[in-house]
Nanobody, 124 residues
Framework: QVQLVESGGGSVQAGGSLRLSCAVYGYTAGIYYMGWFRQTPGKEREGVASISTGGGSTYYDDSVKGRFTIYQGNGESTLYLQMNSLKPEDTAMYYC?????????????????WGQGTQVTVSS
């Protein structure tokens, strides 16, 4: 069983930065991808960024490339998302998730364990 706890969300003006953290607890040996996703009311959850454990390959949605960086810390027990040059359209609830599957790194349907989410609000 894996438990995920996000933190670091908040309110920021456009152009600002935030860093999200996701603490990972439990049995982590089988995790292949760790990812960040976001969702706004009335819309489907979408993949933002993901990273493969061990190898460290990263994947980004086109909307955040060059602005967001995903990385791991504390021996892969913490997942981070550094968000720079934030835009109002980045406003959403952000979730971290993990999966043992080796495909679909940005596909929410391939992920099984989810955190409770942390809200990010960007004002213009």
């Amino acid at each position: 069983q894996v438990q995920l706890v996000e933190s670091g969300g908040g309110s920021v003006q456009a152009g600002g930065s935030l860093r999200l953290s996701c603490a990972v607890y439990g049995y982590t040996a089988g995790i292949y991808y760790m990812g960040w996703f976001r969702q706004t009311p009335g819309k489907e959850r979408e993949g933002v960024a993901s990273i493969s454990t061990g190898g460290g390959s990263t994947y980004y949605d086109d909307s955040v490339k060059g602005r967001f960086t995903i990385y791991q810390g504390n021996g892969e027990s913490t997942l981070y998302l550094q968000m720079n040059s934030l835009k109002p359209e980045d406003t959403a609830m952000y979730y971290c998730a993990v999966t043992p599957r080796s495909w679909g790194p940005l596909s929410p349907r391939e992920y099984f364990n989810w955190g409770q989410g942390t809200q990010v609000t960007v004002s213009s």
